[in-house]
């Protein structure tokens, strides 16, 4: 009888590996040290197309590596002025429980949406760019447990972003696995899904009533003369609505099934 149920248990666990396998979407590559973020080649790189980014994910026993390229500006914008999450869901629930957040998308206080939407988002990156130091650490409850560290002093977590002349954004995450409480080990018999998912501008509420997105605070006052003074402002650009309600809406986008390349066999 106890025989029966070896048996019976051994082929269980041969068919739930293979369903695990069979479910699997993604093949991490072997991480190396030439993975630098302005030479990992696009033909080595999956495209989502929903988000427009470019994206691959490698790791060896230590840690795992997110390489992202990113040539929209719309999408740079956001992911500068208001951050981006890299969540890690290790039973690929699709859950938000443990990730890293960068950039932590605390800039808003330093550049103004509204002048940086009209004005030379070329030229002000670079300065925004530099000082992108913070990293936000998630978990395991959540975005409401995140400790903030940073990259100039801290050297186990990597975090930069950069931009080539031609105006491409390279992004790029080495992650240790014990920063979100997890083992390697474990990864190898499991298929993780990772997210990526941005933030977003908040609308701020006006004091006036019925304010829409895109509304310019104040409005024209004196029959609709008074405030423009005979047209002394047409000169300042006003915001895109398009642009304004892309960057008030989260993008995101989600690697599922991820089968770890294994090091421990070589």
């Known amino acids: 009888m106890k025989k029966t149920i070896r048996i019976t248990g051994l082929i269980l666990l041969i068919v739930y590996l293979s369903s695990c396998n069979s479910r699997i979407q993604y093949f991490n590559a072997l991480y190396d040290d030439t993975s630098a973020t302005d030479t990992v080649s696009a033909k080595k790189m999956t495209y989502d197309k929903n988000s427009g980014i470019l994206y691959m994910i490698s790791n060896n026993d230590e840690f795992f590596v997110v390489n992202l390229q990113v040539a929209d500006k719309m999408m740079q914008k956001k992911i500068l002025l208001f951050g981006m999450t890299v969540w890690f869901d ?24 509204k002048k ?4 030379d988002f070329a030229h002000n990156r670079h300065k925004l760019n530099s000082e992108l130091h913070e990293v936000g ?4 409850g ?5 400790e ?3 990259t100039r002093y801290k050297t186990d977590i990597e975090a930069d ?10 992004y790029r995450l080495k992650i240790p696995y014990n920063k979100l409480d997890i083992k390697y080990e474990d990864l190898l018999y499991l298929n993780p899904d990772i997210g990526f998912v941005t933030g977003h501008a908040e609308m701020k509420k006006s004091a006036g009533a019925g304010m829409k997105p895109g509304g310019m605070s104040g409005g024209m006052r004196g029959g609709g003369g008074a405030g ?3 047209g002394r402002r047409s000169g300042m650009q006003r915001p895109d609505y398009s642009e304004k309600k892309s960057l008030m809406t989260e993008t995101s986008f989600w690697v599922k099934n991820i089968k770890f390349a294994n090091t421990l066999d070589e």
Not at 142 to 146: A, I, L, Q, R, S
Not at 161 to 170: E, L
């Open 148 to 150: 903030i560290t940073d």
């Open 142 to 146: 959540g975005e409401k447990e995140m």
């Open 90 to 113: 290790e039973f690929g629930k699709k859950k938000k429980y443990r990730g890293i957040k960068y950039p932590v998308g605390n800039m808003k206080g330093k550049m103004s949406l």
């Open 228 to 230: 423009m003074q005979g």
């Open 161 to 170: 972003i950069t931009f080539d002349s031609y105006g491409m954004m390279y």
């Open 116 to 119: 940086e939407i009209g004005g």
């Open 137 to 140: 650490i998630i978990g395991p």
